[in-house]
Every structure is written in C-alpha cells, then in structure tokens.
C-alpha cells in the first residue's frame, strides 16, 4: 500500500529534550515536506527537500532542523522544543511537477506534539 | 511572495444543496498547481480536486469542481448535492516552481440535514 508514516503518533515532552520525529514514504517520490498546523492558521512548511541531500526552508524553519539521507526518509529534529512547538505536525511527500514546481502531496497521518 | 486567501473562517450548507468556498492566491510563477484539500475530524489530508494552472479548463471530480480564473488569481471550489460527510475543513493550497508549498487558512463547512 502507498503511503506516509510518521512515528510517533502522539508525543508529550520537557522544554529542551531533544526529540525527532520520523517519516517515510514508500512511493519513491523525490519531494518531502514537513508542516505544522495550528488552529486559524492553517498549514505552515517548516522544511522541505527536493531530493537526497536537498533541503531548504519553508516559512517558518526556525527551531527546527531536517536531513535527507535517503529518498524515502526525512525526520524532523527539535534539538531544543519550546511550548510554541506545541503543534500538529504533518510529513508529506509528492512527485515533482512535469512542468516544475510541487504536485498533489500525500500525507502522513499527523504527529500531535505536546511541549511543557 | 506567494500567498493563498481563504476569507471564510466558516460556512454552512444544507444537505442536498450547492455551496461554493472561495480562494484567492498571488504568485509570480507563470506554472502551478491549485489543490483543495479537505480535513475531516480525523485530522487526515485528502486531496478533493487538482488544477494545473496551464490548463484553462476547469477541473471537476464527481460533485466537487473549480472556477478557475487565472487574470483575477481565483479558485473556488464548488460542491453539488452536499452531503453530511462533506462536513470538514477545506484548505486550498498553491504549489509552484519555488518549490514552496502555500495553504490558506481553511474554510470549516458544516452540512445541515
């Protein structure tokens, strides 16, 4: 089955204590995306990538690191959570437009991170 | 830079009806791609509809289509016989050659039986 996963599902932590929180997609699309929602704001794009080995940021990246080592990961780093990353953090993945640009994303089922 | 307006927090439709959320974008890019996305309560994204800015005909998929008018940066989307599980959060999104990807701010419907 074609799809997003992302690990953990629910996540309630401590300012300050590191955490990552994983993705990965099994349709061998070559663009990645992280997104926090939050209510009234709708989605925002932390980080993206178009391939292995790059990434660039979304609007709003700071507090936040990624990697893409592989094609079908891309975790999400908090290397130091504030209780503003408090969020619902979504991972998508697509294909590359066939005239440029980021087509239809598929998305994970969503990590809801509680940071006190 | 780029931007995607949804300016109805909410609407409601009574079953059975048409209603149609509005979108409006801004973008220098001359290829993209529109989507409306909807968001039921499980929080799950689901794609509704697709529409490549190239193309000027108008997407439609079942009871869901678009008015796409490129000159005035508009994509509504209209749903024909609403039904209660249309009931959800609506968000359009635009993605371009920057390879950034912009959503509005969402339109929650609700379906009145």
């Known amino acids: 089955e074609a799809q997003v996963t992302q690990n953990p599902r629910y996540l309630i932590t401590v300012t300050g204590k590191k955490l990552t929180v994983t993705c990965s997609q099994n349709?061998?699309?070559?663009?990645m995306s992280w997104y926090r929602q939050d209510p009234g704001l709708g989605l925002r794009q932390i980080y993206y990538?178009?391939?292995?080995?790059?990434?660039d940021k979304g609007d709003v990246p700071e507090g936040y690191k990624v990697s893409r080592k592989e094609k079908r990961n891309f975790p999400l780093i908090l290397e130091s959570p504030s209780p503003n990353q408090t969020s619902l953090y979504f991972c998508?993945?697509?294909?590359?437009?066939?005239?440029?640009?980021?087509?239809?994303?598929?998305f994970g089922p969503g990590t809801r991170l509680t940071v006190l | 830079a780029q931007t995607v307006t949804q300016s109805q927090p909410e609407m409601s439709v009574q079953e059975a009806e048409t209603v149609t959320l509005s979108c409006t974008y801004d973008t220098s890019e001359s290829d993209y791609y529109l989507f409306w996305y909807k968001q039921p309560p499980s929080r799950q994204m689901i794609l509704v509809i697709r529409?490549?800015?190239?193309?000027?005909q108008n997407a439609t998929e079942n009871r869901f289509s678009v008015n796409f008018q490129k000159a005035a940066k508009s994509f509504s989307l209209k749903i024909s016989d609403s039904q209660l599980g249309d009931a959800a959060m609506y968000f359009c999104?635009?993605?371009?050659?920057?390879?950034?990807?912009?959503f509005g701010t969402g339109t929650r419907l609700k379906v009145l039986a």
């Open positions: 999104a635009l993605g371009s050659g920057t390879y950034k990807y912009i």
């Open positions: 529409q490549e800015a190239y193309k000027q």
């Open positions: 990538s178009m391939n292995v080995e790059v990434t």
């Open positions: 998508a993945s697509s294909l590359l437009g066939s005239r440029g640009g980021t087509d239809t994303q598929y």
């Open positions: 349709m061998n699309h070559e663009y």
